[in-house]
């Protein structure tokens, strides 16, 4: 990689961001769970707990930008087993455009979102920073688990079922919805738009309660939320901490039908784009059927889309004539569409 050539949008590559991740010193034996490429948490030793944190900000979306900071923080506390319950949030708004009515606006959704899900906030920082165009927000979620409920993305095994609930992507149809409303109007129905605009809560891009289910019904061996991105860059985060390969079928990925067609009015990839909303998890084989029928039961839809299989981190697809490799994001589709507007 040219170290002098700029980054585009969104987030390291991979192969940038593995080697300073091994740099990072993590040496505290209560540490269980390290920086690494798709370990999205960090795991410590509380004692009869582990403490689970995980930090990620909201750079894409403006509108209820509060709200998509406690579900996206509190996804990946799931994915873990954990249960969220603590949040430091950070508000760095913009100047010359931040008025009284804005911060309260946005901490009035931080505070509304942390209640419905038992959520204390327990600190953070908020400032008019030099040179912003528009509020971003960071949060710092910390949730807690039992030693022996813990679940990783390391625990995927050769064998394990890969599902997916409600479909994709969940996420990036809402931002593009809620964000570039007139470039829908000639391909939606006002009605239509507003249910873009609704995929934010319906069918939501929150998964704790999909994750509490399938935790309850079955064995869970891996979670993981699939965010920038999308699922294909879920899929080969998956695959490089679990040190497996994944066998996928695209045409078993459910793409709701109004995403299909928000997707195709920006020459988004589906795949590729930001999902938060949907659950991807690793399940053997023998209790695959028993969580999907404990999601559906629920109304959250959850389809097999592949398995996984030995040998080194790869992720495939099926394809008419066989097998090829999934093309790994090098981006989300949906930066394109924001640099498109600089």
């Not at 700029?6 to 010193?25: R, Y």
């Not at 971003?136 to 599902?163: K, N, Q």
């Not at 299989?309 to 981006?331: D, F, S």
């Amino acid at each position: 990689m040219n170290s002098k050539k700029s980054l585009p949008i969104g987030k390291l590559p991979s192969e940038l961001l593995a080697p300073l991740l091994a740099q990072a010193p993590a040496d505290d034996p209560r540490i269980l769970l390290k920086p690494g490429i798709g370990l999205d948490c960090a795991v410590v030793d509380a004692g009869p707990m582990l403490f689970v944190y995980k930090s990620d900000p909201i750079t894409f979306a403006t509108d209820e930008i509060g709200w998509y900071l406690v579900q996206v923080n509190a996804n990946d506390i799931a994915t873990t087993g954990a249960t969220p319950r603590w949040l430091l949030a950070t508000l760095l708004l913009p100047e010359k455009q931040t008025t009284a009515e804005l911060v309260e606006q946005i901490s009035g959704q931080i505070y509304r979102a942390c209640r419905e899900i038992g959520v204390s906030v327990i600190g953070g920082h908020t400032e008019i920073t030099f040179g912003l165009e528009r509020p971003i927000v960071v949060g710092t979620m910390i949730g807690e688990v039992e030693r022996e409920r813990l679940i990783t993305p390391r625990g995927a095994r050769p064998g394990d079922r890969i599902l997916l609930t409600k479909g994709v992507p969940i996420e990036a149809t809402a931002i593009l919805a809620r964000e570039f409303p007139d470039r829908l109007r000639d391909v939606l129905s006002a009605e239509e738009l507003d249910q873009a605009r609704a995929f934010l809560h319906d069918p939501g891009i929150s998964i704790l309660r999909e994750a509490r289910i399938a935790t309850q019904a079955g064995r869970v061996t891996a979670m993981h939320d699939p965010t920038e991105g999308g699922l294909a860059a879920a899929l080969w985060e998956l695959s490089q901490a679990s040190g497996t390969s994944l066998y996928i079928d695209p045409g078993a990925v459910p793409v709701p039908a109004l995403s299909a067609r928000v997707c195709q009015a920006f020459g988004v990839k589906p795949l590729a784009a930001i999902a938060s909303g949907a659950l991807l998890l690793a399940t053997p084989a023998a209790d695959a059927p028993h969580i999907r029928r404990a999601l559906e039961v629920e109304g959250i839809t959850c389809a097999e889309i592949g398995e996984v299989e030995a040998g080194p981190a790869a992720v495939w697809q099926k394809t008419g004539v066989g097998r090829e490799a999934l093309p790994r994001p090098e981006r989300d589709e949906i930066a394109r569409v924001f640099e498109e507007i600089e």
